[in-house]
């Protein structure tokens, strides 16, 4: 089964797979709190919800961190001047006490810096909705 899963692995490997030694596995983090293994591997997915994000899925108009540059994931981590992670992804990937203590501020800054509209606002369409599939049809 193992071999299955690193086969298909390197057939296809995700994001920031680089980061990763062996698919198979546990990544470091996996005792963490709950919440802080959540964003860690959001960090390492490079999916959440980041400005960059937010405004390709339409709750916002604005893809911008506080630095002016795109807020991407990467950006958070690797390029902001406010925000980065020394060492980067690969760093904050080891699960150390600087990667908790880094994730612990980061969580507190992204509540104060994101307007709580974000979370509020319906996001806009990208096609068209039709009646089928709603479930009011019974
Ligand atoms: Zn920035």
Same mark, same amino acid.
């Given at each position: 089964?193992?071999?299955?899963?690193?086969?298909?692995?390197?057939?296809?490997?995700?994001?920031?797979?680089?980061?990763?030694?062996?698919?198979?596995?546990?990544?470091? @983090?996996?005792?963490?709190? %709950?919440?802080?293994?959540?964003?860690?591997?959001?960090?390492?997915?490079?999916?959440? %919800?980041?400005?960059?994000?937010?405004?390709?899925?339409?709750?916002?108009?604005?893809?911008?961190?506080?630095?002016?540059?795109?807020?991407?994931?990467s950006h958070i981590i690797n390029d902001?001047?406010?925000?980065?992670?020394?060492?980067?992804?690969?760093?904050?990937?080891?699960?150390?006490?600087?990667? %908790?203590?880094?994730?612990?501020?980061?969580?507190?800054?992204?509540?104060?810096?994101?307007?709580?509209?974000?979370?509020?606002?319906?996001? %806009?369409?990208?096609?068209?909705?039709?009646?089928? @599939?709603? @479930?009011? @049809?019974?």
């Amino acid at each position: 089964m193992k071999e299955l899963w690193r086969e298909t692995w390197e057939a296809d490997p995700p994001v920031n797979s680089h980061i990763i030694d062996d698919p198979t596995a546990l990544v470091p @983090g996996f005792n963490l709190p %709950r919440c802080e293994w959540c964003l860690l591997n959001r960090f390492r997915s490079a999916t959440a %919800r980041c400005a960059a994000s937010l405004y390709q899925w339409g709750y916002t108009d604005n893809p911008l961190c506080i630095c002016q540059d795109t807020q991407s994931m990467s950006h958070i981590i690797n390029d902001c001047p406010v925000n980065k992670f020394e060492g980067g992804l690969s760093a904050l990937h080891t699960a150390s006490d600087s990667t %908790r203590e880094w994730l612990a501020k980061f969580t507190a800054y992204a509540k104060e810096e994101r307007p709580p509209q974000y979370l509020n606002k319906p996001p %806009r369409p990208t096609q068209p909705r039709t009646l089928s @599939g709603t @479930g009011k @049809g019974r």
